[in-house]
């Protein structure tokens, strides 16, 4: 029974599950009244759910709003819809909405949507004084309520009759600025607004403007009087008074300054008028400034004065501007249409003006250390005046020139530039040289006392001596140096040895090396080298040729190798030739003796060889004839056939057996078979011992 019971439970279940079947079509989300809302009006965001069910069951659905990915409202309902009441929209709403809803374990988020809330709030605008001094500055506090950072705020100065200035300030995490305006001469009544500003989407909203301030400005002292005495014109030599005043409210750090042209001729501090005085020159003519400064707070007045002349500047006159030494030089110097002043003569150093003459002119004989410029000086009624320079020039004579190669000796490599310098040891500059390669000049130079030329064109068979001239501004005229001539030394070229006889050489043999050179000058310094462990030098020798000859006497076995030569000259390039072999042979009786003692003991070898042979082989020989006795006394056919038995030849033929022998008696005595041998022996044994 239980069985049946937990069965129809679980079909029971079944069914209710498959009777609350939903699905999320759609999650949208809206603004209203519109996506564009006014800055303070109401605003509602609505997230709706269209939901598909399998039938008519309550849901429950969590519905989140998000702004900008930050959680803005949280509402759990069993309706489809859900709502975000902004009663009073700000700039701060503005931002990227989105809504999430999520249900019996299901979520689905809607799109995303821009609401833009235009306009701010009106900015307050707060001022720390309401009354300043001059020079003082106003601190001012503008600040938008309400408003969310990043903020732009604009404060404005506005004068009566002038374009207001304006001054900005980023704020990134503050909703107020602050910002100082110094008041300047002439500010009596300032109002001051603001504005703010904030970036929405690459546009700009603004606010509207605040209130405005009113500061009133106080002046710490009014604008100074600036007189002169005796007039604002007056005549050089007269003497010259100007005085500055001021009225002040608070005599503490006031100063009181004069200038012209930017130049400060006197200044007092804490007190109310500035004197000055002075003899007046024409170079007092011009525009006087009185200042008046306290603290931050500055008051100019500003006069023109202007200088009559008493007597021109004089003039300085020379005999001669350029001269030889030892010449006169006159210097004279007038005023044009005035004679009645006290004159000097004058030389400019940089130590000072040296003082020569106290009167109109001056006459002298000059030497070359009088050049300089010159000046002459009028006094009239205590004024000095000074003349314009006048620049002498005193010229020594150049001395005639010495031409000689930069580089010392008188010789150029072929192929590389030659450089020259010519030289005077006295003469005044600047002097003019000029370079002559034969009788062609190549090239002008004005220098001091010397000057270089570069020959770049040196050819192997140039044989034009070089010159140069030198003058300067002295009358004597052109001095000419002495020709010099340059030797072109060619490098050297294709350098090659060789040997006679040529690869094999024979031991105790004399040999020849001959190094040699296509081209270059003479002397050539030759050097022949022998490779080894380390290149051996075995011969040098410097030559007025383009060859040597090296006679090595005696060949040895270590002379063999790897032999080459290099040669060189004054071109200081080193020319290596290619290498030959020379290899040391034995010399042709070295051969013989060899020869001789390696075939002489074998022929003795052989010899005895042979004699032993035939010793062996008489002594084989004897005891047959010792047993033959009186039949050793046969024909000589028998005897013949018996010793080409013993020699080893052999005779054979048909008729051999069947031949008949005839047998002669012979009487033969006795030999003895070792008495040669042993004494055949004991001679070469003599022989051996005692050669």
């Known amino acids: 029974m239980y069985l049946a019971l937990l069965v129809i439970f679980l079909q029971c279940s079944e069914l209710y599950t498959q009777d609350r079947v939903f699905t999320f079509n759609t999650v949208e989300i809206n603004v209203q009244p519109s996506v564009k809302v006014k800055n303070g009006a109401p605003m509602s965001v609505v997230c709706h759910a269209d939901i598909s069910k399998s039938a008519d069951f309550q849901l429950k659905h969590n519905f989140t709003i998000f702004k900008d990915g930050k959680l803005v409202f949280m509402t759990v309902s069993d309706k489809d819809d859900a709502r975000y009441e902004v009663p009073m929209a700000r700039s701060s709403d503005t931002g990227e909405y989105e809504c999430t809803v999520e249900a019996g374990g299901k979520t689905k988020s809607s799109n995303s949507l821009h609401v833009w809330v235009t306009g701010m709030t009106k900015p307050i605008l707060t001022a720390e004084k309401k009354e300043v001094l001059e020079g003082e500055v106003v601190k001012l506090r503008c600040e938008l309520p309400e408003e969310v950072p990043p903020l732009y705020f604009y404060f404005r100065k506005i004068k009566m009759n002038s374009t207001p200035k304006e001054k900005y300030v980023f704020e990134a995490y503050k909703n107020y600025s602050e910002v100082e305006?110094?008041?300047?001469?002439?500010?009596?009544?300032?109002?001051?607004?603001?504005?703010?500003?904030?970036?929405?989407?690459?546009?700009?909203?603004?606010?509207?403007?605040?209130?405005?301030?009113?500061?009133?400005?106080?002046?710490?002292?009014?604008?100074?009087?600036?007189?002169?005495?005796?007039?604002r014109n007056i005549t050089e030599g007269d003497r010259i008074q100007l005085?500055?005043?001021?009225?002040?409210?608070?005599?503490?750090?006031?100063?009181?300054?004069?200038?012209?042209?930017?130049?400060?001729?006197?200044?007092?501090?804490?007190?109310k008028v500035l004197k000055y005085s002075a003899v007046a020159t024409l170079e007092d003519s011009g525009e006087y400034l009185c200042k008046v400064e306290q603290g931050r707070?500055?008051?100019?007045?500003?006069?023109?004065?202007?200088?009559?002349?008493?007597?021109?500047?004089?003039?300085?006159?020379?005999?001669?501007?350029?001269?030889?030494?030892?010449?006169?030089?006159?210097?004279?110097?007038?005023?044009?249409?005035?004679?009645?002043?006290n004159f000097s003569v004058l030389r400019r150093n940089s130590n000072g003006d040296v003082l020569l003459?106290?009167?109109?002119?001056?006459?002298?004989?000059?030497?070359?250390?009088?050049t300089g410029s010159y000046i002459c000086k009028a006094e009239v009624k205590g004024i000095v005046k000074?003349?314009?320079?006048?620049?002498?020039?005193?010229?020594?004579?150049?001395?005639?020139?010495?031409l000689s190669v930069v580089s010392g000796l008188p010789e150029v490599v072929l192929g590389?530039?030659?450089?020259?310098?010519?030289?005077?040891?006295?003469?005044?500059?600047?002097i003019t040289f000029k370079f002559y390669k034969g009788n062609v000049m190549k090239e002008t130079v004005t220098n001091d006392t010397y000057a270089t030329f570069l020959d770049e064109n040196v050819g192997p068979n140039d044989k034009k001596g070089y010159k140069c001239d030198a003058r300067n501004n002295h009358s004597s005229g052109v001095k000419t140096s002495n020709i010099l001539n340059v030797t072109v030394v060619v490098p050297i070229r294709n350098a090659s040895l060789g040997s006679i006889p040529y690869g094999e050489?024979?031991?105790?043999?004399?040999?020849?090396?001959?190094?040699?050179?296509?081209?270059?000058?003479?002397?050539?310094?030759?050097?022949?080298?022998?490779?080894?462990?380390?290149?051996?030098?075995?011969?040098?020798?410097?030559?007025?040729?383009?060859?040597?000859?090296?006679?090595?006497?005696?060949?040895?076995?270590?002379?063999t190798g790897t032999y080459y030569c290099m040669a060189s000259n004054r071109a200081n390039v080193d020319v290596k030739s290619h290498p030959i072999t020379i290899s040391v042979i034995l010399a042709s009786w070295q051969k013989g003796v060899i020869v001789a003692f390696v075939l002489i003991p074998i022929a003795g070898a052989v010899t005895l060889a042979l004699w032993w042979f035939l010793c062996k082989k008489k002594k084989a020989k004897g005891p047959s004839m010792e047993m033959s006795g009186p039949s050793l006394a046969t024909n000589s056919t028998s005897e013949k056939l018996t010793r080409q038995h013993n020699d080893g030849d052999y005779y054979s033929g048909p008729d051999l057996e069947s031949?008949?022998?005839?047998?002669t008696e012979v009487e033969v005595s006795t030999l003895d078979p070792h008495k040669g041998c042993v004494i055949a022996r004991w001679e070469s044994i003599n022989a051996v011992e005692n050669p």
């Open 505 to 559: 050489v024979e031991e105790g043999s004399e040999t020849a090396f001959l190094c040699s050179v296509k081209e270059g000058s003479w002397p050539i310094h030759f050097r022949i080298f022998r490779k080894a462990d380390r290149d051996v030098l075995v011969f040098e020798q410097s030559e007025h040729a383009d060859r040597v000859m090296w006679r090595k006497g005696t060949m040895s076995r270590q002379d």
């Open 386 to 402: 000074e003349s314009k320079p006048v620049r002498i020039n005193v010229y020594a004579p150049v001395s005639k020139p010495t």
């Open 416 to 430: 590389k530039p030659l450089q020259l310098i010519c030289r005077s040891a006295r003469g005044t500059p600047p």
């Open 357 to 370: 003459e106290t009167s109109r002119s001056l006459t002298m004989r000059v030497s070359v250390n009088d």
């Open 297 to 341: 707070a500055s008051k100019s007045t500003k006069v023109n004065v202007v200088v009559s002349e008493l007597f021109p500047k004089p003039t300085l006159a020379a005999s001669m501007n350029k001269l030889d030494e030892n010449r006169e030089l006159t210097l004279s110097c007038s005023i044009s249409g005035f004679q009645k002043a």
């Open 181 to 231: 305006f110094s008041v300047e001469e002439g500010d009596n009544i300032l109002q001051f607004d603001c504005f703010g500003k904030r970036h929405v989407q690459r546009e700009f909203d603004s606010s509207e403007h605040s209130n405005k301030t009113l500061v009133t400005v106080r002046e710490p002292f009014i604008k100074p009087t600036l007189s002169v005495k005796p007039s």
């Open 243 to 271: 005085e500055c005043s001021t009225v002040v409210a608070r005599m503490r750090d006031i100063e009181i300054i004069l200038q012209k042209n930017k130049t400060i001729l006197n200044s007092v501090r804490d007190e």
């Open 659 to 663: 031949a008949e022998v005839e047998y």
